[in-house]
T-cell receptor, first 112, second 114 residues
C-alpha cells in the first residue's frame, strides 16, 4: 500500500470546519483513500472513503486532488466529540486487502 | 442496530494464565477480524475469518494464540500461558463481506498481564 503523510496534530475551534490534510504521492490507480478515526479508549471508526471523486456523507467530506496525490478530510462543524486521532490510509479494494494498518495519524483537538 | 460488542471490556490476569476474549460481530457480517493495539502503537492484524473458516492466521504472534468462530457469528480469541508482552487492547471488527472495506470495530478488550 502507498504510504501517507499527515501532520501530527491540529487544533480546531468548536463549530468551525476542521480541514485535515493527507499526502499520498505514491498512490496507485487502483488504491482508494480511506479515513478512520479513533476516539480515546474506543475502537477505530470508519469515516469515509473515495477513489477520485469528492465524497460526502453524514460525518464528513473527502476532497481528493485531481492528481490524487493528496486529499483533505473536512469535518464541517467540529464538536468536542470529534476530538480523536484521525488516520488516512490508502488501500486496494477487494477481498485480498482487508488488513487495516494505521500510521501515526493526526491528533485533532477541538476546543470550546 | 447493535454494533460489534466485545467482552470483557477489561481483563487483568497473571502471567502464565489462559484468557478468552469474545467478539459478537454485527448480525449478517460474514467477515470478522481480530487486531491488537499496544499502548501508543498502531493497529496490528492478528487473524481474519470468512464465515467459520480462517483463511489468514498470519498475524497471530505465536502458537499460544488461537481463535475460532462458530455459527458464522461469535468469535473467541484465546491466549494461552499469557506473557507480559501480551498486554494490549484487543480489537475485533466485522464487515459485510471481505470485499467490503468498511470495517466496524468493537470497543476492544484491554488485557493486562501482571
Amino acid at each position: 500500500d502507498a504510504k501517507t503523510t499527515q501532520p501530527p496534530s491540529m487544533d480546531c475551534a468548536e463549530g468551525r470546519a476542521a480541514n485535515l490534510p493527507c499526502n499520498h504521492s505514491t498512490i496507485s490507480g487502483n488504491e482508494y483513500v480511506y479515513w478512520y478515526r479513533q476516539i480515546h479508549s474506543q475502537g477505530p471508526q470508519y469515516i469515509i472513503h473515495g477513489l477520485k471523486n469528492n465524497e460526502t456523507n453524514e460525518m464528513a467530506s473527502l476532497i481528493i486532488t485531481e492528481d490524487r496525490k493528496s486529499s483533505t478530510l473536512i469535518l464541517p462543524h467540529a464538536t468536542l466529540r470529534d476530538t480523536a486521532v484521525y488516520y488516512c490510509i490508502v488501500r486496494v479494494h477487494g477481498e485480498y486487502d482487508y488488513k487495516l494498518s494505521f500510521g501515526a495519524g493526526t491528533t485533532v483537538t477541538v476546543r470550546a | 442496530g447493535a454494533g460489534v460488542s466485545q467482552s470483557p471490556s477489561n481483563k487483568v490476569t497473571e502471567k502464565g494464565k489462559d484468557v478468552e476474549l469474545r467478539c459478537d460481530p454485527i448480525s449478517g457480517h460474514t467477515a470478522l477480524y481480530w487486531y491488537r493495539q499496544s499502548l501508543g502503537q498502531g493497529l496490528e492484524f492478528l487473524i481474519y475469518f470468512q464465515g467459520n473458516s480462517a483463511p489468514d492466521k498470519s498475524g497471530l504472534p505465536s502458537d499460544r494464540f488461537s481463535a475460532e468462530r462458530t455459527g458464522g457469528s461469535v468469535s473467541t480469541l484465546t491466549i494461552q500461558r499469557t506473557q507480559q508482552e501480551d498486554s494490549a487492547v484487543y480489537l475485533c471488527a466485522s464487515s459485510l463481506d471481505p470485499g467490503n472495506n468498511e470495517q466496524f470495530f468493537g470497543p476492544g478488550t484491554r488485557l493486562t498481564v501482571l
